[in-house]
C-alpha cells in the first residue's frame, strides 16, 4: 500500500500536467479528476478517475474515499467552485471559501461587488429568464454574456434591441443558471493583467493586450502582445485596481488575473478569474518574467510562502494561437523546424492526434500556441507573417486545416490600431 500523503488534483490540462510533475516532487500520491479518457496530465499522474469536476457531490463522495492532504485547481476555471466546495465540507485547507468561490465564478455576483466597492466596471444589469424581454435602460453598444461560463463563450456585441433580444436568448440557453449580464461596451484596448497576492499584498507580475479576431458580433482571442513601455501611472492605477479587488473579495494569497479595457487614462475591469490564466500562460509569464507563476499557484494551495522575484520585459513578445477548420486534427507541420532555426521563441501542442474539430474559433479548438519575440515591433509583426507562410495544420490525408484566412483579416487590423 503507497504511503504517500495524496492530493486530488482537479482537471487534466497541460498546466495540471506539469503542476503534478511539481507536486510529486514533494513526495505526493496524486489522484486526478477528469472526465475524458485521456487528458494530457493523465500520463504523470498515480491514478486517473473519470468524472467531471464540475459534479460538485460526485467529487466530494471520492475525495472522503481518498483522504486527500490538498484540493489542488490552478488553472481550471470550471473547477475552482467544486474544489472551494469540496475542502470546505472535508475541513481542508484552501485559499478561500465556498462562498467566495461563488463570488467569483459567477459574473453577476461579481459585478455587484465590483460596483458596491468603487471598483472601474461597465453600466450593467442582471438578468434571468423571468426578466427576459424587459427593457434595458443602457445605452447601445451593448455585450451580452452568460453569467457562468467560461472563455468567450455567448459572448455578444449589439447595436440594436433585435439583436439584443436573440443575444439575451441565445445567453440564456448557454448559462447554466439562465442568468445573463447586459453591460454598456467601453471601447479601447483590452489587456490581461497577470497578478500575485501574498499576505494581502498585490504584485503586478505580466501585463499584455489581447490580440482578437472580430467577426460581426463575434469576438475571438488570437493571442497577445507583451510590450515593453507600458506608463509608470497605468501600472499603478493597475496596482490599486488589483488590490481594490483583493480586499473587496477576501482574496489574500492567490493568483490573479484582470481583464480589463484601457482607454487613455482610463481602465475599467471586464471581469477577473482567481487562477492562472488558460492555455499557455504560465509558461509565459516565466519565459519572459523569470517569475514561476504555477509554482507560486501550487504554493499559495500549500501554504508555502513565494519568493517574489520578477523582472519587465526587455523585449516585445507575441503569442499567437493556431486554430483549424473543421476536420480531425492530425498534425501541425514546421512549429519544429521554426524553433529550430529561430523565428520562434517556443511553441506548444495542445490536442491530441485523431480528435475532431468542429470549425468553431473557441478556446476548446485551439490546435497549438507559439511564441515570437523581438526588440522591434515591426519586425515582430514581419516574423509573425512569414511563420504562418510556413506553418499549417494537417489531417491524416496530408490536407490543410489551418483557418488562415482569420489571421490574414486579423493581423493587419491589430497592426494599425495598436
Known sequence: MDSRKKVLVLGGNVPHRTLIHKLKLKGYFIVLIDYLDNPPAKSVADEHIQISTLDKEKVLEVARKVKPEYIVNVCNDQAITTAAYVAEKLGVSYPYSYETSLNITDKGRMKRIMRDNCIPTACFI???????????????????????TTGSKGVKKVTNDKALSMAIKDALNLSPSHNVIVEEFIPGKEFQIDCFIQDGLVDVIMIRQKLKFVEGEISSPLGSLIQINLPEAERNLLYDIATRISKAFGINNNT????????????????????IGGGWSYKMIKEITGFD?????????LGIKTPITYSLPQEFYMSNFLFSKEGVFEEVVGLQELKEEGAIDDFEIFLEKGRFIDGVVANRNRVAIYLVK??????LFEKVHKVLDVLDIHDCHKNSLLYKSMYDMALPVIEKNL
Open 256 to 275: 490573479l488575473f484582470m481583464q480589463v479595457i484601457m482607454n487613455g487614462n482610463e481602465i475599467n475591469v471586464i471581469e477577473f478569474g482567481v487562477r
Open 374 to 379: 523581438d526588440k522591434a515591433l515591426n519586425v
Open 293 to 301: 507563476y504555477l509554482e507560486a499557484a501550487m504554493n499559495s494551495i
Open 126 to 148: 442582471h438578468m434571468n429568464e423571468e426578466l427576459e424581454g424587459r427593457s434595458v435602460n443602457l445605452n447601445y453598444p451593448l455585450v451580452v454574456k452568460p453569467s457562468d
